[in-house]
């Protein structure tokens, strides 16, 4: 193989991560058994972590993207 060819399998291995990365979300302990935090609370904090790990998945992927382009 290449160089170039190692190149894109890196790239292409790059966007799969990235894809994958927005199947899980990890969230602390510390925010789950806060007892100041209703569960409504927490399922808003949830989808806020959640939607803040796509966007960067997301960015991370446009990178790659433009990268691949030039």
């Not at 806060?34 to 569960?39: G, L, Q, V």
């Amino acid at each position: 193989m290449t160089k170039i060819d190692y190149a894109k399998i890196y790239q292409k291995q790059m966007l799969e991560m990235a894809s994958e990365s927005k199947e899980t979300l990890i969230v602390r302990k510390e925010i789950i058994i806060d007892t100041d935090i209703t569960d409504s609370q927490l399922g808003s904090i949830i989808r806020q972590m959640y939607r803040a790990k796509c966007e960067s998945a997301d960015e991370h992927i446009k990178h790659i993207n433009r990268t691949n382009a030039d």
